[in-house]
């Protein structure tokens, strides 16, 4: 069995690799050709924390496995992250445990790389502003699968905490280096978001983080914050009249509020959330179809991800010698 660290998945699947996984990942999963139950979140009592169990299986990449992350708010009183999580891959073929490593870094570079690829998708070809709400540990992959797609110039990172921002500011240097002249920081969603081509929003809000008025005819958003029903980081007036694109229909309508909650609310009909984004990868539905439409993808994450970039991961491991080596029995 094979044990790989954060930097270790880090070098072996670098961002645009891991875009293009996400390509082929919600391709399978939208043809019916994947098998990944509805994650399990089981509430942690006496903290305010929440630990979600996701297991996933893409056939024609040889990926089968499990991750568990675990979301503790409080953390940071601790000195540790608030996301931490770990990926075990199974061999497909025989059921004898492959790898273990670590899911943190892993979760913020798939979840980026499904902005990324939602973006090559969607936005328009010509985008060079990009506003990221949010500075927490998705933030940096956010911004960096945004820029591996389209020509970004101008970066605005928005957060309500600047200690948030200066977090971030520390990130991007370690692990993103080519984004640090291009960015700025700012408190205000409304202004910064006002000037953006591309916004992506990151956060656990249950309140919208912006109006749906700052937002500019031809913006593409992507979302991938509020993965409970309570959660909202949306305008509800932005899902129901923008270009809606979702990961995978079923887990958007059962755990997001930002979609929850307009179709509850009677606002937008169940018919709304149909397109998928693996059903642009195949040819199904088109994209954006005008310059100045708006377009919406809605992500709440989904073990595919998970277990494609860490087969690669363990593929590329094996090939080069990397991790170490133990034996279970």
């Known amino acids: 069995m094979l044990a790989l660290s954060r930097s270790d998945v880090q070098r072996l699947v670098p961002m645009p690799e891991a875009i293009e996984l996400m390509k082929i990942a919600f391709a399978e999963l939208s043809a019916g050709r994947t098998n990944s139950p509805l994650r399990i979140n089981i509430p942690v009592t006496g903290v305010r924390g929440d630990s979600l169990y996701m297991p996933g299986y893409v056939p024609a990449l040889g990926a089968l496995g499990l991750k568990v992350v675990s979301v503790f708010y409080d953390n940071p009183k ?3 992250p608030v996301i931490n999580a770990m990926v075990t891959l199974v061999d497909a073929e025989t059921g004898v445990p492959m790898a273990i ?35 927490g540990a998705q933030g940096a992959t956010q911004i960096a699968a945004v820029c591996a797609v389209r020509p970004i110039e101008r970066i605005i990172a928005v957060d309500v905490f600047p200690e948030s921002l200066e977090r971030l500011k520390g990130i991007l240097a370690r692990d993103w280096p080519n984004v640090v002249s291009r960015m700025e920081y700012s408190t205000d969603a409304n202004a910064a978001v006002a000037q953006a081509d591309v916004v992506c929003t990151a956060t656990t809000s ?28 949306l305008p509800s007036d932005l899902v129901v009249n923008a270009t809606l694109v979702v990961d995978a229909t079923e887990a958007a309508l059962h755990e997001s509020g930002d979609l929850i909650i307009p179709l509850n609310q009677g606002l937008v009909a169940r018919e709304h959330f149909t397109v998928e984004l693996g059903m642009l990868v195949n040819g199904d539905k088109p994209g954006r179809t005008s310059n100045d439409e708006v377009t919406l993808f809605k992500t709440v994450g989904n073990a595919v991800q998970d277990v494609v970039v860490a087969r690669r991961a363990y593929d590329k491991a094996i090939a080069d010698g990397s991790g170490v080596s133990f034996d279970l029995s």
């Open 206 to 233: 249950k309140t919208p983080v912006f109006d749906f008025a700052a937002i500019r005819p031809g913006t593409h958003i992507n979302a991938v914050g509020s993965y409970t029903p309570e959660m909202q980081e």
């Open 78 to 80: 601790l000195g540790l």
């Open 101 to 135: 490593m670590d899911g943190t870094y892993l979760t913020a570079l798939r979840t980026g790389a499904i902005s990324g690829a939602a973006t090559d998708l969607l936005a328009r070809k010509d985008a060079k502003t990009l506003v990221a709400v949010g500075a």
